[in-house]
């Protein structure tokens, strides 16, 4: 089912994404967004609340990448909020977003790491100041502290728009659109779906 709310006959309904949209390679596509995520470090993790159905979303700071750099890895207190709605609904959205407005978008299906391999592998000390000490011997913010967990995000589509353009050259593509009513050719607007993103794992893990 889609929602319309109109009928433009033989034209575009959506003229911005008909004037970015930009159909890479897949090899180029991939990179860029790795590159994207890398300089972000930061993004915005959705899940849905088991108790309400809702939605909630909160900073969350990148761990690792797997996957060819394709599948997202986040530190976790185990005993938190998200991962009561993550064992309830592992569905899951990664944002990110910088000052230039470039952002990316990448939805998948996320699991509970909590195997001390894992947790070792991509331990971080600064995890102790998130979990505190709570002076029992156990609960120490270490590497072996049961509280400390890893979602990992097993990515299935991803969409994404970055620009090459300065903010200036972007500015007056914006102009020149308000006047002429045009589109502004701003972004590289690409999509990567799962057959994409498994055929990258398949030769890049």
């Given at each position: 089912?889609?929602?319309?709310?109109?009928?433009?006959?033989?034209?575009?309904?959506?003229?911005?994404k008909?004037?970015?949209?930009?159909?890479?390679?897949?090899?180029?596509?991939?990179?860029?967004?790795?590159?994207?995520?890398?300089?972000?470090?930061?993004?915005?993790?959705?899940?849905r609340?088991?108790?309400?159905?809702?939605?909630?979303?909160?900073?969350m700071?990148?761990?690792?990448?797997?996957?060819?750099?394709?599948?997202?890895?986040?530190?976790?207190?185990?005993?938190?909020?998200?991962?009561?709605?993550?064992?309830?609904?592992?569905?899951i959205?990664?944002?990110?977003?910088?000052?230039?407005?470039?952002?990316?978008?990448?939805?998948?299906?996320?699991?509970?790491?909590?195997?001390?391999e894992?947790?070792?592998?991509?331990?971080?000390?600064?995890?102790?100041?998130?979990?505190?000490?709570?002076?029992?011997?156990?609960?120490?913010?270490?590497?072996?502290?049961?509280?400390?967990?890893?979602?990992?995000?097993?990515?299935?589509?991803?969409?994404?728009?970055?620009?090459?353009?300065?903010?200036?050259?972007?500015?007056?593509?914006?102009?020149?659109?308000?006047?002429?009513?045009?589109?502004?050719?701003?972004?590289?607007?690409?999509?990567?779906?799962?057959?994409e993103?498994?055929?990258?794992?398949k030769?890049?893990?």
């Amino acid at each position: 089912m889609s929602f319309s709310n109109t009928d433009t006959g033989s034209k575009s309904a959506d003229p911005y994404k008909a004037a970015n949209i930009d159909a890479a390679e897949l090899k180029e596509k991939v990179e860029d967004l790795v590159s994207f995520i890398d300089s972000c470090k930061f993004g915005m993790m959705t899940t849905r609340i088991e108790s309400s159905g809702l939605l909630a979303s909160r900073c969350m700071a990148l761990a690792a990448k797997e996957g060819g750099g394709i599948d997202l890895l986040f530190h976790t207190n185990t005993e938190s909020g998200k991962t009561d709605d993550l064992k309830s609904d592992d569905t899951i959205n990664i944002a990110f977003l910088d000052s230039d407005g470039q952002w990316a978008s990448i939805s998948g299906q996320a699991s509970i790491e909590t195997d001390r391999e894992t947790i070792r592998k991509y331990y971080s000390p600064t995890l102790k100041a998130w979990l505190g000490d709570l002076g029992d011997g156990k609960h120490d913010g270490g590497p072996e502290d049961p509280r400390i967990g890893v979602i990992k995000v097993n990515s299935k589509t991803a969409t994404y728009a970055v620009t090459s353009k300065t903010k200036l050259g972007r500015g007056y593509e914006v102009a020149k659109g308000t006047v002429t009513g045009q589109s502004p050719n701003v972004n590289k607007l690409r999509e990567l779906t799962e057959e994409e993103l498994q055929e990258w794992r398949k030769t890049n893990s």
